[in-house]
């Protein structure tokens, strides 16, 4: 079961970045509504408003590095990691990485995707905040969880922007936090 706190954001925060992103009808397929942040990225006060609460959970959490998920998870992921003074680790699509690297395969809505860490990006006694933009059936952000155990580190929280409430994205990565905290910024 996943813990939650206040971090949700106050309603003048949901209602600047809700404004900022953008419903795009049947992209990239047909019945799919994709959440297009580029709007908020391009908000220099919305962007520096979401780093700032990324960032403020980062210290809260006492994260010692923040994870971020190819390729938007990396947009937001990276100005946080400078803010809150830790060390920035991507985790990429498999094949994007050079040096030695654990990859973990896992289930898309329709198929299969494998994603990669540096073997040694990570070191026990790490704790690891892993920010994304979109949590929705959750299967990106699990593998990422399973990454970070294999590396021997610890799983610190997962934050995301937007969590897509109407898919089981929560359930499915609650076996995986095993307590550690998801939050979401805004919950749609
Ligand atoms: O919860 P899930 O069902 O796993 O979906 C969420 C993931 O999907 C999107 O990434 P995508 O693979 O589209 O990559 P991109 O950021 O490179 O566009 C999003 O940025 C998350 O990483
Ligand atoms: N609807 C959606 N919008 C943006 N990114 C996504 N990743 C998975 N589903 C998504």
Redesign the pocket.
């Known amino acids: 079961m996943s813990a939650t706190s206040a971090f949700g954001a106050d309603q003048e925060l949901r209602t600047l970045l809700l404004s900022r992103i953008h419903d795009v009808p049947d992209y990239?397929k047909p019945g799919v509504t994709f959440k297009d942040i580029t709007p908020l990225l391009a908000d220099a006060t919305a962007f520096a408003a979401l780093t700032d609460a990324f960032a403020g959970l980062c210290r809260e959490y006492g994260a010692t590095k923040v994870v971020g998920?190819?390729?938007?998870?990396?947009i937001l992921a990276a100005p946080v990691a400078v803010r809150a003074g830790v060390g920035f680790v991507p985790v990429r699509?498999a094949g994007k990485l050079p040096g030695a690297t654990l990859g973990q395969a896992?289930a898309?809505?329709y198929g299969t995707?494998e994603i990669e860490l540096h073997a040694d990006a990570l070191v026990p006694g790490d704790r690891v905040l892993v920010i994304?933009?979109?949590?929705?059936?959750?299967?990106?952000?699990?593998?990422s969880l399973k990454l970070i155990r294999r590396a021997g580190a610890e799983v610190a929280g997962v934050a995301?922007l937007m969590e897509?409430g109407f898919?089981p994205?929560r359930e499915?990565l609650a076996g995986e936090l095993a307590g550690a905290p998801l939050e979401a910024l805004i919950t749609v």
Do not use: C, M, Q, S
């Open positions: 990239p998920l190819e390729a938007r998870g990396f699509k896992y898309l809505e995707a994304d933009d979109v949590l929705a059936t959750g299967g990106t952000a699990e593998a995301v897509l898919l994205g499915r």
